[in-house]
C-alpha cells in the first residue's frame, strides 16, 4: 500500500483512476479550498473517506505537507519497456534520465514531462531515483498520467529506439551544437544526465546528436530539472508550429 498525500497528487489519483485507492484519510478541521473536490471525487469512484487528527496524517506522511489529506492507494506500477516500443509513432517524445538520484528532481521532470506531452519517462533500475511518495508529491499528480519505465541497462534501451527510427539526442554543457538548432518534430528521445556527473560514455556514444543550452552567467550548468523543461518545450514550440 502506497501514500498519496496532498491535495492535488489525490485528486488527480482520483480523476486518472489507474490506480485502485482503498481510502482517503482527512485531517480534522482541514480548510483546503479543493478539499470540496476531493469528497466529490471519492463519493463519484464509491471511496471511503474518513476524518482523523492530523497527527495520524502527519505520521502517515512521515512530517512531509500533506495539506490535510492522504490517499491509501496500490503502490504505483512501472510501464513495460516493450510495450513502449510497439506504441512508438512518428511524433513519440520520450525522456531518458541517465542517473538522476535526487527524488525531487525527478517528481519535478515527470510533472514537465507530462505537461510537454511526452510519451514517457525512461530510468535505469540502479543509481537512479525509483518512484516514492515523494516524487508522486512532487510531481503534482502527473505519475498518475505518464509512464514511466526502469530499464536494465540504458544504452541498450537507446538501441532499441534507433531501430525504430527513433533519433536519440543527448544534452549536455559539451553539445555539438545549440539545443535550439535541432529539428525535434519527428519521433525523439531526449537523454539528461544525472546531477554532477552528465552522460555515461556509454549513453552518449549511442546519441545521434548531442544539443547544449547556452549559458551567460557564472554557473555553468542548469539544475537537471530545468534543463529537462527547456529542451522539452523547445521541441513542443516546434511540434506547435509544424501543425499551426
Not at 481510502?23 to 466529490?40: K, N, S
Not at 492507494?73 to 513519440?92: F, G, H, K, N, W
Not at 517524445?93 to 505537461?115: K, Q, S, W
Request: neutral net charge; aromatic residues 4%; glycine residues 8%.
Amino acid at each position: 500500500m502506497e501514500h498519496i498525500y496532498g491535495v492535488l497528487p489525490v485528486i488527480e489519483a482520483l480523476r486518472s483512476g489507474a490506480r485502485r485507492i482503498e481510502r482517503i484519510v482527512i485531517a480534522e478541521g482541514a480548510r483546503h479550498e479543493r478539499l470540496r473536490e476531493v469528497f466529490e471525487q471519492a463519493k463519484r469512484a464509491r471511496i471511503p473517506v474518513r476524518k482523523e487528527p492530523r497527527i495520524a496524517l502527519d505520521r502517515l506522511a512521515a512530517g512531509a505537507n500533506h495539506q490535510g489529506v492522504i490517499a491509501l492507494a496500490a503502490a504505483a506500477s512501472y510501464a513495460d519497456e516493450d510495450d513502449l516500443i510497439e506504441r512508438i509513432t512518428p511524433q513519440s517524445l520520450f525522456v531518458l534520465l541517465d542517473g538522476v538520484e535526487d527524488p525531487h528532481n525527478l517528481g519535478a521532470i515527470i510533472r514537465t514531462a507530462e505537461c510537454a506531452g511526452a510519451a514517457a519517462i525512461i530510468i535505469p533500475e540502479r543509481r537512479a531515483a525509483h518512484i516514492t511518495e515523494v516524487v508522486a508529491k512532487t510531481a503534482a499528480g502527473a505519475t498518475e498520467y505518464l509512464p514511466v519505465a526502469r530499464v536494465t541497462n540504458l544504452a541498450n534501451f537507446i538501441e532499441k529506439l534507433k531501430e525504430h527510427n527513433v533519433w536519440v539526442v543527448g544534452v549536455e554543457a559539451s553539445g555539438d551544437m545549440d539545443y535550439t538548432q535541432y529539428d525535434y518534430t519527428g519521433a525523439v528521445a531526449l537523454v539528461f544526465g544525472g546531477e554532477g556527473h552528465g552522460l555515461h560514455r556509454l549513453v552518449r556514444e549511442r546519441c545521434d546528436v548531442t544539443v547544449s543550452i547556452p549559458m551567460r552567467g557564472r554557473i555553468t550548468s542548469l539544475n537537471v530539472s530545468v534543463a529537462v523543461g527547456v529542451v522539452l518545450f523547445e521541441a513542443l514550440r516546434q511540434r506547435n508550429k509544424k501543425s499551426a
